[in-house]
């Protein structure tokens, strides 16, 4: 019996860790644009939005402008 419970144990602690390292893992990057030869900064940006902001640049007063992301 105890070593139904420590198998059963070992098993939900094996579940809950692989669980926890491979759910909810973003991928983030650190955002900028250039204007006028100065760097100015978006923040961190997070998978989709990542994904979407470099895909379509950043527009400011009608002009996009190409945005970098990398890591931080």
Not at 11 to 17: D, E, K, P, T, Y
């Amino acid at each position: 019996m105890k070593k139904q419970f420590l198998t059963i144990g070992l098993a939900a602690s094996a579940v809950l860790v692989f669980g926890l390292t491979s759910c909810n893992k973003e991928e983030c990057h650190e955002c900028h644009y250039e204007m006028d030869g100065q760097e100015v900064e978006l923040g961190e940006r997070c998978d989709d939005a990542l994904t979407e902001l470099e895909a379509s640049g950043y527009a400011v007063n009608g002009t996009t402008y190409d945005v970098h992301c990398h890591e931080h």
